[in-house]
């Protein structure tokens, strides 16, 4: 013999198979003629004992001899035969077999019969094992795919050759690559050489399955594998279970960008942000273009009505193409759609709308926009509406182009999901953004719009509210302008944030003005401050007793009044920052003043320290939100304060903005209020200053000073009553107060006059009576005035007007 020979292991689990098997030759009578080794074995009669007997003599109990007859007589009718008969062995015992059948025709000589037999049990096993393998192959739902050692295909099943769309015949001797895209056949293959060299078998590994004849078509398969082996345990191949799981794989995936959308949709209160996340999750799991086209009042924050319609002003859109805009209307446009369109039609049922198969002409597009649209192969459409609460916002479009499968309802559903869930967060941000601009509203209007004009300090502020999810708070600065042409400088931060916050702010912020305007000192301008916020929050606990709420428990403030006179600057504060000072030659520090409790714990003292400040000082006051910064590193953030303040002859303005520029973010995460004042010194020839003593001719000699200095600054027509004034506030100095008596005349944009005494008794305004003999001064004064007032110092008191300059 030439040539090789192929070896085949005998299936040691085949009961037919010649090791197995009892073999039995008869001849045309019935007689045996041949028994083979395992007949020996298994019946216990010897080669002597059963050849040329009938085998119906000893191989049949006579029960059953009738029903063997009645299968020998089909046997020979049919040329052969296949059933299950009753064997008796030597012993006599009864036991069926499982016997074939067939007729073997001799040269010359009469027919035989050959019988291979096998005990029923195996036979049944055998038969049911080979049930389930045809089954496999013929009726079975999971794919089946056998391959030999070099993965050529040696059968298919049916669910394989329909993924494929092809006969098993046509697989046969075709490898994975010739059906597959190259990406995913080579992923295939090489998973099943590693199967084929370890021996390891892979269990429900999903992976992309996508067809030469459908590269468009995504198709997602479970693939289980292992190695084919023979009785000697040579490779003979590998076989793999497939399933085709593409649905399960997408309802998985779907349920990942739900759950994707519920973290990343929403994560601000900016109606713009939420609507572009929505864009940013939806392409392109579920389209290839997404735009969100909202009402107008959405945006801008304001109330919405159910009967409200009109036009849509496009706030997101995303596309995986390349200039997107030659389709899509950009971010801002406001458009109004047909009214026979999808989104007509969604916004009028509210409901979504599914157009799996569209026409550009007929979903809103101009004819340019719309044959850009057909050029690039857009498809298919979903519209789906914005709503909240009752209220529709809006609308989402899902377009696609790239994906040739057209939208279904499982997608039309998770687009639902994905638009309710966005609903929601735009409406919080939309009614987010209205308390937002009212409460901002409300701040700005209680802040000074312009800071007033006076000769003590040039200024330069900021004001800058909260972003993000703070919402505006209690910050407010001030500068009050006092008698003697003093300054007061004022800072301060309620606790907390939003409507509460600013109304408390204003209400603080008012008082000052008022005890400003009684020219107290700045630590009995703070200990009134003190017994305000503790009033107001105990009237604020009462009233919310039971209701949640935020609950405004204290405030900072920092009160300072500059003289450009004596250049002293009397400085309070309570739990409030310090503030920075700038010397002229640039250089920075930090007063240590006393710090002060904050507003509202009552009962604790406060108290001022005098600064003297050389001309061109800048005294910079500022809110917490300024130092703390995200790190809430006050020491770092002062040191970035000093650095941002240093230098010398820098203009205000300027000093402000890189103060801003550097120490806060884009969006600070708290208000920040910043005032930088210039001090500024009257020159001698502005101020003058007579100490007179308790006598009766003070006021005479009061007068005359008067005016002589009104003549040298070229105001002889104000000496008149300039001397009235001045004589009557000297002589009820001298009169009630004993001892010196302090002139000072300040001309400025108004003359000013004071009259200091050491008396700490106010005087009082009254109409005199008809009879009154005294009590008309006063009236006087006002009458012949601007303005008149009293302010007290620690020792004694001084009285002061002011009078408009001639022309």
Known sequence: MTGSVTLISESPEDPFSLGRAISVVLDERGSVVGWSERARELLGFTDQEALGRPAERFLVDARDRGLVREAAADCVRDGGWFGVVPVVDKEGRRSRFGVRARRVIRAGRADEWLLVGAPAEEVTQWEIDRSVMEGLFRRSPIGLSVHDPSLAILRINRPIAHIGGITSDQARGHRIGDFLVAADAETIESRLKEVLETGTPMIFTEQPCRLLIEPGIERYVAVSAFRMEDSGGRTLGVTQLVEDVTDRHRARRRLAMLNEASELIGTTLDVETTAQELVDVAVPGIADCVTVDLLPAVGLGEAL????GGPLRRAAFKSVAPYPERVM??????????????QARCLVSRRPVLVPHMDPDEVGLDAERAEHARTL?????????????GLVLGLVCLWRYVVPEPFEEDDLTLANEFAARAGVAIDN?????????????L???LLPREVPSQPAVRV??????????????????????LSGARVALVVGDVVGHGINAAATMGRLRTAVHTLADLDLEPDEVLSHLDDLVTRLAGEQEHGDAGSPGEQVVGATCLYAVYDPVSRICSVARAGHP??????????????????????GLGGLPFESEDLELPENSVLALYTNGLIEGDAHDIDAGLDRLAEALSGRDRPLEDMAQSVVDALLPARPTDDVALLLARTRTLASEQVATWVLPAEPTTPARARVLTAEKLTEWGLEEMIFTTELVVSELVTNAYRYAGGPVTLRLIRLHRLICEVS???STSPHLRRARSTDEGGRGLLLVAQLTSRWGTRHAHEGKTVWTEQELPG
């Not at 192969?377 to 609460?389: D, E, F, I, N, Y």
């Not at 941000?429 to 509203?441: D, I, S, V």
């Open 305 to 308: 009505f159910p009967e409200r």
């Open 329 to 342: 209307y950009p971010v801002g446009t406001l458009k109004s759609f047909p009214k026979d369109s999808p």
């Open 460 to 481: 330069a502020h900021r004001y800058l509210p909260a972003g993000g999810s703070a919402g505006v708070g209690g910050d407010w600065f001030d500068v009050i302008p």
């Open 757 to 759: 005494d050491p008396s």
């Open 443 to 445: 701040q700005r209007r």
């Open 429 to 441: 941000a939309r009614r987010y953004t209205q308390e937002h601009r009212t409460a901002l509203a």
């Open 578 to 599: 310090p503030p920075a000072l700038v010397s002229p030659d640039g250089e920075v520090s930090l007063p240590d003043l006393p710090a002060g409790p904050p507003l």
């Open 377 to 389: 192969g857009v498809h298919s459409l979903m519209v789906v509406p914005l709503t909240a609460r």
